[in-house]
């Protein structure tokens, strides 16, 4: 006689498999959120890479704000263009750059520009190029979060060069995850400098003590405090789907450079008067309540401007990360900064020359936070130190964290036709059929090329990538 499944067999069966479950889901979910972490850090890495590859070029560091000034929007961008843009052509994005350094005709409205643009805040879908997104500036652990947009078919095409896709077809998002490092000063810190004020340069030299200062230009030789000590860039929560305000900036707080706590009360209050613009929200804005911050509140506070306006704000970093953000230091390591970092007494003022602020040359007001941000107060972090923990590199690490990701290394790359026409940097997603390559760009149109049409360097790549993709698939887990 055969015997059956019983109720209790079934109810114990449920019972088992719902424990298993509930003790499997909690790791998995941790893995992929390490994965996201180390996608972050990677990009911040690469940020590293072009700012060093940057100052070799030029025997400078890019400056906060840059460009053409004086004249109307869209005639000149104001002064107001980022680091990011200058590290564009070492990000292997050549082709914007061009259009961006190049005067520049509007696809949709026939409209010129000149080289370098209109100011960041001009409509995008008339100036495409800062409608421009590419992976480097975008942390998988915030896109998570930004608003979802219906599924629809892939765009495929059989070239490299980019088809002319319809408004609305691509995301308009223009949004930046990483931002700058301004360091410790409160009074100030978003003005354009006028290098002919001597009041202002006096209070330049006194208060501006980060990386990046306004659109003055740093060198390499200006961190006396050592390239490992001093933090060049972190990163910041943009607008997305229910983000509980975290991208938002309060604004008309009096006082705010003097007590740079009071953005913390001010941000959590029920009457917040709100900027209309908000963090990483424009990726070729270098001002600094957009695309900076200073270590003076702890990382994941808020940022909030001074009823000076934004000339004068506070900006903290922050990230969707378990109680911390990622930081690149100059000398292009990655390291974890725990919100729990001393950050000293948030209450005081900076450093400046007004006689209500801390005295030029003083120790940072805000404890190993502040310091960190300083880049020639000659203060030294001991070493080790358990508030910073290195990322894990090396390729150890590096197969570790792709397997939890998912994907092979060294994926993306710049491809390149035979007659050197067109370039696309995409990731290689398969080989179809020994003839075809398919490629996937930042913006998910896959591009199905005969491998033919590649540049002999390239086709090899492909094929090299494509077996490496297979070995990886096959390797044991």
């Not at 929007?73 to 082709?95: C, I, M």
């Not at 077809?169 to 949004?175: A, D, E, N, P, Q």
């Not at 209309?276 to 911050?293: E, Q, T």
């Not at 880049?375 to 397997?403: K, W, Y």
Request: glycine share 10%; charged share 20%.
């Amino acid at each position: 006689m055969k015997s059956k499944l019983t109720l209790t067999d079934l109810i114990i069966v449920g019972v088992v498999a719902s424990v298993g479950f509930s003790l499997l889901l909690p790791a998995v979910l941790r893995q992929r959120a390490a994965a996201r972490s180390f996608h972050c850090a990677t990009n911040l890495k690469t940020l590293g890479l072009a700012m060093h590859n940057y100052h070799a070029a030029f025997r400078q560091l890019p400056p906060g704000l840059g460009g053409t000034v004086g004249g109307e929007d869209d005639t000149s961008n104001q002064g107001r263009l980022g680091p990011t843009v200058a590290l564009t052509p070492f990000l292997d994005e050549q082709a914007l750059w061009e259009k961006i350094a190049n005067p520049y005709v509007s696809p949709k409205t026939g409209k010129q520009f000149p080289a370098m643009g209109p100011a960041p805040w001009y409509d995008s879908a008339e100036y495409t190029p800062w409608l421009s997104v590419f992976s480097t500036l975008r942390c998988p652990d915030d896109t998570k979060k930004q608003v979802e947009v219906p599924e629809r078919e892939p765009i495929v095409v059989t070239t490299l060069a980019m088809p002319e896709l319809p408004r609305g077809m691509i995301g308009s998002t223009t949004l930046c995850n990483y931002v700058f490092c301004y360091g410790d000063g409160t009074y100030l810190m978003g003005e354009m400098i006028d290098v002919n004020d001597a009041d202002v340069v006096r209070r330049v030299r006194a208060g501006m003590r980060g990386a990046f200062c306004g659109n003055q230009q740093m060198k390499f030789r200006d961190f006396l405090d050592g390239l490992s000590n001093t933090i060049a860039m972190s990163e910041t929560i943009t607008p997305g789907e229910n983000d509980a305000k975290e991208s938002h900036i309060a604004q008309g707080i009096k006082g705010l450079s003097l007590n740079p706590s009071l953005c913390l009360e001010a941000h959590d209050g029920e009457h917040a008067d709100w900027w209309n613009v908000r963090r990483g929200s424009r990726w070729a804005d270098g001002a600094l309540a957009i695309s900076g911050f200073q270590t003076v509140l702890p990382p994941n506070s808020p940022t909030c401007l001074s009823d000076l306006g934004m000339e004068d704000p506070t900006a903290s970093a922050s990230s969707r990360h378990v109680d911390g953000v990622h930081a690149l230091m100059l000398d292009g390591r990655v390291v974890y900064i725990s919100d729990s970092i001393d950050c000293g007494d948030s209450t005081q003022p900076g450093v400046s020359t007004g006689e209500d602020y801390a005295l030029p040359g003083s120790q940072s007001p805000y404890g190993v936070w502040g310091a960190l941000g300083t880049r020639a107060s000659r203060e030294v972090l001991p070493n080790p130190n358990p508030d910073l923990a290195p990322v894990e590199t090396g390729p150890v690490g590096n197969q570790r964290r792709r397997a939890q990701e998912g994907i092979p290394g060294n994926s993306w790359a710049t491809w390149t036709d035979r007659d050197g026409k067109h370039h696309l940097k995409a990731k290689i997603n398969r080989i179809i059929d020994r003839e075809t390559v398919e490629l996937e760009d930042s913006k998910g149109i896959l591009h199905r090329v005969p491998l033919n049409t590649l540049s002999d360097r390239h086709i090899i790549m492909a094929v090299m990538m494509h077996e490496s993709q297979l070995e990886a698939a096959s390797a044991p887990k």
